[in-house]
């Protein structure tokens, strides 16, 4: 799931303070379920700025709506009246959600109400973490279904560093040492032996180095 | 609205178990309390959502009181921890908009504390008389 937060208010109201009718878009999928840009957070930042507007004079209209999913045509659609009769949007969907607006309404000011952080999941009640960067080539199944790449400070294929502490990384202590994970979670499944082979340098074409990436299937274009 | 006739407009926002039995405890006892507050029973504070606050004084609201249970003693066990991280998020949300976060405030007591909640409503209702009318109502339209 994408995770994401909020701006703070200060920046959201510079942000879209030239504009008199605004709307912010909450999407219901990744944010909503991160409590970051469903549709309780689009009612708290609507108030939000709306308050904001008045204390600073300014004259801002500010409606409220919700979709799906913000990345997909289909559910775009149903948010195309609101957009027409607002003068710009503030989408608290990802930056994928973000992109899918301004593509679709290339004469509407689009603008992103949130930061979007990373690729991870609920650890608990208010907290996540990042469990995946999206490399392009996953390496999982190498190690016990830890990712080095993510979750070692060093990103390093072939650890430990030795700068670990009992089970914590030296970069931050309040972190777990993704090596020790490994080591522990491989011991679990009997698959030692992995860690005996040396791991090439990892193949990053697959990465973001060369701009954005695509994946076409052709069985499934029309 | 000149400082000296104003009345501040407060929401309090009582739970069913604590506070709302104990300001009708205070109506028993005689014990007065200003009528500056306006009271809503809630099941639970637990209830209470940060947009319930961002709207009361997004429409015209002076004050929001949140009144729950002693901490530990929750009909609902943590609905008022709940509440009262709630009620925290939402004093830094009107930190950054630049509002007073006093405006808005929490408190615990039981349903036998009749004198204490008196005292925090009249505490309350002074603390807002000092902070003046809503800049939100002063700016803006007033939502009837």
């Keep these: ?222 | 609205m000149k400082q000296e006739n104003f009345e501040p407009k407060i929401l309090a926002f009582c739970c069913h178990y604590c506070a709302y039995s104990s300001a009708d405890l205070a109506g028993s006892m005689r014990i007065q309390y200003p009528p500056n507050v306006r009271i809503i029973r809630t099941p639970c504070t637990g209830r209470l959502e940060t947009e319930y606050f961002m709207k009361a004084l997004e429409n015209g609201a002076d004050g929001v009181l949140v009144a729950g249970c002693l901490e530990g003693g929750c009909h609902f066990v943590e609905g008022n921890l709940c509440a009262k991280r709630r009620v925290n998020y939402t004093r830094e949300i009107l930190e950054e908009i630049g509002m007073e976060k006093e405006r808005l405030r929490m408190v615990n007591v039981s349903a036998a504390m009749a004198r204490p909640l008196a005292d925090t409503i009249i505490d309350m209702v002074e603390t807002v008389r000092k902070l003046g009318p809503s800049p939100i109502r002063q700016n803006g339209s007033l939502k009837k």
């Excluded at chain 1, 027409?84 to 503030?90: E, I, Q, T, Y």
């Excluded at chain 1, 089970?167 to 979670?185: F, G, T």
């Excluded at chain 1, 992995?194 to 069985?219: A, H």
Aim: some cysteine; glycine content about 8%; charged content about 25%.
């Design chain 1, 1 to 222: 799931m994408i995770i994401a937060q909020r701006k703070n208010i200060p920046d959201l109201l510079a942000i879209v303070k030239d504009h008199k009718k605004l709307l912010v878009l909450g999407c219901g999928t990744c944010v909503t379920v991160c409590l970051a840009g469903g549709v309780r957070e689009v009612s708290i930042i609507a108030s939000a700025l709306r308050m904001s507007a008045k204390l600073k004079g300014l004259p801002l209209e500010v409606e409220e709506l919700t979709i799906e999913r913000q990345c997909d045509n289909v559910f775009l659609e149903q948010a195309a009246d609101a957009i027409k009769r607002n003068d710009a949007v503030l989408s608290l969907g990802c930056g994928a959600g973000v992109q899918a607006i301004a593509e679709r309404y290339t004469n509407k000011p689009v603008y992103a109400g949130l930061d979007t952080a990373f690729i991870g999941i609920l650890e608990e009640r208010g907290v996540w973490t990042e469990k995946c960067a999206a490399c392009g080539a996953c390496v999982l199944h190498e190690y016990g279904g830890i990712c080095p790449v993510t979750r070692c400070a060093k990103h390093m294929l072939n650890g430990p560093c030795s700068g670990s502490r009992e089970d914590r990384c030296e970069v931050n202590p309040e972190r777990q040492c993704a090596w020790q994970l490994i080591y522990k979670r491989l011991k679990d499944i009997g698959q030692l032996d992995r860690l005996k082979k040396i791991k090439p340098p990892k193949n990053w074409n697959r990465s973001q180095s060369g701009g954005y990436r695509t994946i076409i299937r052709e069985d499934h274009r029309v």
